[in-house]
């Protein structure tokens, strides 16, 4: 494992594998760098992969007051581990906090988008005070709840698997990241399409879905590619939000490549 220091103070946690050109990879809400560590290693056997831990989560730090531009910062830190460029995937929340990466960072030279969930039907978009109840809850000592909350509400899973999800092992993981899932919200903000911001990301991007994943990711991500200047489609079929990092790894080869 190695670490770098964010422009905050902040210690940022990353494996580094293979060899190549430099892919830095996003974990989405709920998770920590362990999510995409099948695809790092898929990936690092054509690319040097950097798969870091987002601030809160692994042996990453945690300076409070959180901000957005804070973990643009970490992203940032990661890039000169990198040798100064580096591409960047992301996956769900992730995938929205690469893409105001991509925005604000020139040495990010391409990008891949797994399913940001930004909704288009307003009916479909979680509460817009999301964030607070996540920080009251936390704050409350309530970190079951606000893992149940991100489930049913933010996710939309039926009431069977939350109960099912809670009798599980990893469910302790769950409560133990639930303070983050607060950054994730905030990240996402009102989770519809911000059309201006997608606007000005001028690197080659390509936004990808799965066939039987939730139902906004299609619109979502049509409507994202005509939005920037160098987009691409791609839809995995048969692959639900929680991809196969072998399903996965082929398309990123591809356009890294």
Same mark, same amino acid.
């Given at each position: ?53 987002? @601030? ?24 000169? #581990?990198?040798?100064?460029? #580096? ?89 133990? &990241? ?18 201006? @911001? ?29 939005? &920037?200047?160098?987009? *691409? @489609?791609?839809?995995?079929?048969? *692959? ?18």
């Amino acid at each position: 494992m190695n670490q770098v220091t964010s422009n905050d103070g902040t210690s940022i946690a990353f494996d580094q594998l293979g060899q190549g050109a430099p892919v830095i990879l996003v974990s989405g809400g709920s998770v920590d760098r362990g999510s995409n560590a099948a695809l790092a290693t898929l990936l690092s056997e054509h690319f040097t992969v950097f798969n870091y831990d987002r @601030r809160g989560r692994g042996p990453s730090g945690d300076t409070l007051p959180y901000a957005v531009e804070r973990e643009v910062e970490d992203i940032a830190a990661v890039i000169p #581990a990198a040798g100064g460029s #580096a591409y960047l995937f992301g996956s769900s929340s992730g995938a929205a906090l690469a893409l105001e990466a991509a925005r604000q960072l020139p040495s990010i030279t391409k990008l891949a988008l797994w399913e940001p969930p930004f909704i288009l039907d307003t009916a479909m978009r979680p509460p817009a005070d999301t964030a607070k109840t996540f920080h009251d809850l936390v704050v409350a000592g309530k970190r079951g709840e606000a893992a149940e909350y991100f489930m049913a509400k933010v996710v939309g899973m039926p009431a069977e698997f939350v109960a099912f999800a809670k009798s599980q092992p990893w469910w302790a993981a769950q409560e133990a &990241l639930a303070h983050t899932l607060e950054y994730d919200a905030t990240i996402m903000g009102d989770y519809s399409l911000p059309e201006a @911001r997608i606007a000005e990301v001028k690197i080659p991007t390509i936004v990808i879905n799965g066939s039987k994943s939730m139902p906004f990711s299609q619109p979502s991500a049509d409507a994202m590619v005509k939005l &920037l200047a160098q987009g *691409q @489609r791609k839809t995995l079929e048969g *692959q639900e939000h929680n991809v196969a990092a072998e399903a996965l790894a082929p398309v990123l080869v591809q356009f890294f490549a």
